[in-house]
């Protein structure tokens, strides 16, 4: 997967806060038409809005259309429609950062001592289950390879130890990036 350079970190940023403004606003968004390069691919993601701690997170591992659209409908998704969380409001839209993952493509775990904490993200699926962790939540809750792996379970509504048991796991890399990273640099 290529980089994304710190120009299309802010400008899909940007998206994203202006996406959901629109939204909230009940104005159209007018996004940019961006024909080539990275930001047309279609790449997996998610968004993450923070306001001190998460206050939603939606994304997409089977992306259609270009990157910087997905960004947008992430976005206005995690603000509205993350069932965790209630809506966000247009009043609570200064007080929230938003942070984007750009995901890898996803390879599947044929031995656990291939997830490096910190560096994967984990796709566990078994039966009806499926839960996805980003690379960044198993670091900020200092998690080590297993718990990893049991909380990715949980997240899917599976028994914590299914990952032994049968449940099909995937890795993968983000690249991640957010307003207040790039605001502090």
Known sequence: MSQLLEDDQNLLLRIAREAVHSHLAGVNAGLPDINS?????????????????????IGNIHPFGPLYR?????????????????PLTLDELDAVTFEISV????????????IEVGIHGLLVSKEQGRGLLLPQVASSYGWDRERFLSETCRKAGLNPTDWKDGATIHRFTAQVFSEQKLQAS
């Open 103 to 114: 995901l890898s493509p996803m390879e599947l775990v044929r031995r656990t001592d291939e």
């Open 37 to 57: 390069g990275i930001l047309s691919q279609p790449l997996a993601l998610f968004v993450s809005i923070h306001q001190g701690r998460l206050r939603g997170c």
């Open 70 to 86: 997905n960004v947008a409908e992430c976005a206005i998704s995690a603000a509205v429609g993350d069932p965790r969380f209630v």
